[in-house]
C-alpha cells in the first residue's frame, strides 16, 4: 500500500478518495516517527480512555438553550409549576423552530 491509502477490516472509511495534493509528507512506514505514533495509538491506557474522547460532545448548544430559557422564565420572578412549565414549553418551541436559521447580517453583508 502506497502512504496515505488504508483499508478497514470490517467496511471503508465514510470519506471518498482524497484527491487534494498534499502540502506535508506522509510518515513514512517504519521511521522513527511511525514508531512512537503506533506506541501511542496502542497503549493500553490509551485504548482505555479513547471512548470518552469519541462521544465527546460540546455543551454550547446546551448552555445556548438553557439562555433561551432565561429570557421566557427569568430567574428574577416567581412562577407556579404551570407558569413556569408552560415558558420553558414556549422557550423549546421558539428555540426548536429558529436554530437553523441563518446567521444575521450586517447592511455590507458582513455576520453581525
Not at 448552555?63 to 420572578?77: D, G, P, T, V
Not at 429558529?98 to 458582513?110: E, L, M, Q, S, V
Request: charged content about 25%.
Amino acid at each position: 500500500m502506497k502512504p496515505g491509502e488504508h483499508s478497514w477490516a470490517l467496511g471503508s472509511c465514510h470519506h471518498g478518495p482524497l484527491v487534494e495534493p498534499r502540502e506535508k509528507d506522509w510518515i513514512a512506514p517504519n521511521s522513527e516517527a511511525h514508531q512512537k505514533l503506533c506506541e501511542l495509538i496502542l497503549d493500553a491506557r490509551w485504548l482505555e480512555d479513547v471512548h470518552k474522547y469519541l462521544h465527546f460532545r460540546s455543551t454550547a448548544e446546551l448552555e445556548s438553550f438553557h439562555n433561551h430559557i432565561l429570557m421566557y422564565a427569568s430567574k428574577r420572578f416567581c412562577f407556579t409549576h404551570a407558569v413556569y412549565s408552560s415558558q420553558v414549553f414556549l422557550a423549546a418551541l421558539d428555540y426548536n423552530h429558529h436554530i437553523n436559521r441563518a446567521p444575521r447580517k450586517k447592511k455590507d453583508g458582513t455576520l453581525q
